[in-house]
Nanobody, 129 residues
Framework: QLKFVESGGGLVQPGGSLRLSCAAS????????IGWFRQVPGQEREGVAC?????????YYADSVKGRFTISRGNVKNTVYLQMNSLKAEDTAVYYC?????????????????????WGQGTLVTVSS
């Protein structure tokens, strides 16, 4: 059973940085694509950054975060990070990670919220002065 534990959220001022961590269990991330998603209350969950399985390593970023966010696999097995720089108020949301087998990262990021059913509890990021 896929399980995810997200951490690292908090309150940060505009322009600041945070690094989110995702610890996955129940499967080997080596063979999965994994992504970070976010949701604002009252809005749909959206994919922000996805990375394919270890052997392929391609990434996809939503236009809204391109150049500011970086997704990476950790040295610790089954961990994934999201480095968020130059944070804006509109980045405020609960951030989740999720994964699926395969290497189609654009599909995972764009469509994942509509069919993935294994999610963690999320971590809240608040960007405010």
């Amino acid at each position: 059973q896929l399980k995810f534990v997200e951490s690292g959220g908090g309150l940060v001022q505009p322009g600041g940085s945070l690094r989110l961590s995702c610890a996955a269990s129940g499967f080997s991330l080596d063979y999965y694509s994994i992504g970070w998603f976010r949701q604002v209350p009252g809005q749909e969950r959206e994919g922000v950054a996805c990375i394919s399985s270890s052997s392929e390593g391609s990434t996809y970023y939503a236009d809204s975060v391109k150049g500011r966010f970086t997704i990476s696999r950790g040295n610790v097995k089954n961990t994934v990070y999201l480095q968020m720089n130059s944070l804006k108020a509109e980045d405020t949301a609960v951030y989740y990670c999720a994964a699926e087998p395969g290497t189609i990262v654009q599909g995972l990021c764009k469509l994942g919220p509509s069919y993935l059913d294994a999610w963690g509890q999320g971590t809240l990021v608040t960007v405010s002065s």
